[in-house]
């Protein structure tokens, strides 16, 4: 199912539709080591930017703690 150029189709529909509102800049968060999304948005003209990413887990992954 890959390879259909849906995706790209959803990116370039939302992209329009945010600078029809003015929207100036969209940011993604994407995990490092998923490489096949971020060579796809570096594919669309996505730049990786000097940023800091803060989280905190709220709520334990392992449901033994």
Not at 10 to 32: N, T, Y
Not at 45 to 52: F, I, L, M, R, S
């Amino acid at each position: 199912q890959q390879r259909l150029g849906i995706a790209t189709a959803l990116v370039q529909q939302l992209e329009k539709r945010l600078m029809a509102r003015g929207c100036p800049k969209l940011q993604l968060l994407v995990r490092k080591d998923n490489l096949n999304v971020l060579n796809f948005y570096e594919q669309l003209g996505y730049d990786e930017v000097e940023a800091v990413c803060l989280g905190k887990r709220l709520i334990s992954d392992n449901p033994h703690d």
